[in-house]
């Protein structure tokens, strides 16, 4: 699944392709992709056909287009924001409006100016698109439960320990729990817990806050370091705007290198089940907390 990194890969792309733009039609194929949006497809699509895209934004994993009405008297007032969720392989693709359809298509934007047209295509269907109004702060009421990311303005690090400090449960629960701190994955989770040398399973409130701000530290380093390189990507079902995948795979140092030698000490990288998916770690720089057991 996209994480924070892949996501604002796609962000950029939108920025740079779609934003300024006003929405000519919308065609939606089938009703799956605009199952969030309870009215249906057909609502959505004449919600959207007219509007200036003003922005492209994202919170965490959650990304959506800031419209306007495009009239001079709608200037400066939002209507609301068409929200996208990538889910597991949906993919936004810039592409000739009048081209033929694209396998596994389940949306297509064509815009007033008769430059590039817009596709969602998700081979696994789990992605999506809905209206939402939106906040005071500019975010999606739907999405507003969603905390902040380490990269925006508003992330408050140090509230964020203090939280973590009274939680007794595993640390990587608390990086995987978006109502804590949005946009870390799995992935990114496993690799900042490598670079911190602290186990996934560690309890929260074991950890000192100083190893804590670390652990949160590396998780913005390495998502950063990972989006210098276009984000992840073990297949196809990621790609950016124009269709090319990242490859920050190339520089993972926990995640999916079960059986290879750690970068920092030589130990064999193990993998374990944890929260019904895989977890990386070494055994020798990430030694699993103690069990206590009952006298």
């Known amino acids: 699944m996209p994480e924070l990194p892949e996501v604002e890969v796609v962000r950029r792309g939108l920025e740079s392709h779609v934003v300024g733009r006003t929405i000519d039609s919308v065609v939606f194929s089938g009703t799956r992709v605009a199952r969030r949006h309870l009215p249906g497809p057909a609502d959505l699509a004449d919600r959207l056909t007219g509007l200036l895209i003003y922005a492209a934004r994202r919170r965490g994993k959650y990304l959506w287009l800031e419209l306007h009405p495009s009239t001079p008297a709608g200037a400066g007032q939002p209507a609301g924001a068409l929200l996208i969720h990538l889910g597991m392989s949906g993919q936004l693709l810039v592409a000739d409006p009048d081209g033929p359809v694209i396998r596994h298509e389940h949306a297509r934007f064509s815009f007033t100016d008769d430059g590039p047209g817009l596709r969602f295509i998700d081979q696994r269907t789990f992605g999506g698109m809905a209206w939402s109004d939106l906040t005071d702060d500019g975010i999606p009421q739907t999405i507003f439960h969603i905390a902040p990311d380490p990269f925006e303005e508003v992330f408050d690090e140090a509230a964020v320990v203090r939280r973590l400090r009274t939680r007794d449960s595993a640390i990587k629960r608390g990086l995987l729990d978006q109502t804590l701190v949005s946009g870390i994955g799995n992935i990114y989770a496993d690799e900042a817990l490598w670079r911190a ?3 996934g399973e560690r309890l929260s409130s074991s950890l000192t806050k100083p190893t804590l701000a670390r ?13 210098e390189q276009g984000g992840t990507s073990f297949d196809a079902l990621y ?10 795979d190339r520089s993972l140092q926990a995640y999916g290198q ?6 920092r000490c030589g130990a064999l990288i193990r993998r374990e089940h944890f929260m019904n998916r895989s977890s990386f770690s070494c055994p020798r720089c990430q030694p699993r907390p103690r069990v206590r057991r009952a006298s």
Do not use: I, K, T, W
């Open 239 to 248: 790609v950016n705007v124009n269709g090319q995948s990242g490859y920050f």
């Open 215 to 227: 652990v949160l530290g590396h998780a913005r380093d390495v998502m950063a370091a990972a989006l």
């Open 197 to 199: 040398q602290v186990h």
């Open 258 to 263: 079960e059986g290879r030698p750690c970068q």
